[in-house]
């Protein structure tokens, strides 16, 4: 069974770099068929698209964040990291990461979920 | 910059049938978006019920049921029970690699 697991510091400062990491195991990141995502939810609102990587490294990124993201993968290690620059409270919230269906009839969905990591912005 | 609209909340008796809403702020949406949707409990990451427009994922009752509907996706639920009561978001494909949430329906059921 494929499972996701995201770590990260919990809280950063704003203005620092929020980095957080999802480890992939019960499967190879190293597919053709994936792309790896990472989805976040602010407190009490909605769910919000970050980005996506393919295991070529190959990135995809939600235009409203591409300035202060940057996701990357470590085949080796069978994870993907995301670094989100110059952190604000809004950068406060939930942060998953996701497979999305990538290949065939039927695609682009997230199929599988981490449990989540809470990252907050303060001082 | 598009966005992609969902009602923000909807309500349904138990048993009753519900029909939530995927559209974009431009256009129309087709099977081409590969419209899928996912339901959310409170402390829970989300769960994957309809994909690709209308194919349930493993284990998601029949009740729950996509089609495109007019201009927009749309998630039915047919004799709604009181554990449907959740968030519901729907995801768009909107090419070149990039995927976008809905706003997300909180539905009650009462």
């Known amino acids: 069974q494929l499972q996701l697991q995201e770590s990260g510091p919990g809280l950063v400062k704003p203005s620092e770099t929020l980095s957080l990491t999802c480890t992939v195991s019960?499967?190879?990141?190293?597919?053709?068929?994936?792309?790896w995502g990472w989805i976040r939810q602010p407190p009490g609102k909605g769910l919000e698209w970050i980005g996506n990587?393919?295991?070529?490294?190959?990135?995809f990124y939600n235009p409203s964040l591409k300035s202060r993201v940057t996701i990357s993968v470590d085949t080796s290690k069978n994870q993907f990291s995301l670094k989100v620059t110059s952190v604000t409270a809004a950068d406060t919230a939930m942060y998953y990461c996701?497979?999305?269906?990538?290949?065939?009839?039927?695609?682009?969905?997230?199929?599988?979920w981490g449990q989540g990591t809470l990252l907050t912005v303060s001082s | 910059q598009t966005v992609v609209t969902q009602e923000p909340s909807f309500s349904v008796s138990p048993g009753g049938t519900v029909t939530l809403t995927c559209g974009l702020s431009?256009?129309?949406?087709?099977?081409?978006?590969?419209p899928s949707w996912y339901q959310q409990t409170p402390g829970q990451p989300p769960r994957t019920l309809i994909y690709?427009?209308?194919t349930r994922s493993s284990g998601v009752p029949d009740r729950f049921s996509g089609s495109i509907l007019g201009n927009k996706a749309a998630l039915t639920i047919t004799g709604a029970q009181a554990d449907d009561e959740s968030d519901y978001y729907c995801?768009?494909?909107?090419?070149?690699?990039?995927?976008?949430f809905g706003g997300g329906t909180k539905l009650t059921v009462l």
């Open positions: 996701a497979r999305q269906i990538r290949t065939g009839s039927s695609k682009y969905y997230f199929d599988y």
């Open positions: 019960g499967g190879s990141i190293s597919s053709s068929s994936y792309f």
């Open positions: 990587i393919y295991y070529s490294g190959s990135t």
């Open positions: 431009s256009g129309s949406v087709s099977t081409s978006y590969y």
């Open positions: 690709s427009t209308n």
């Open positions: 995801v768009l494909y909107m090419g070149s690699g990039i995927s976008l």
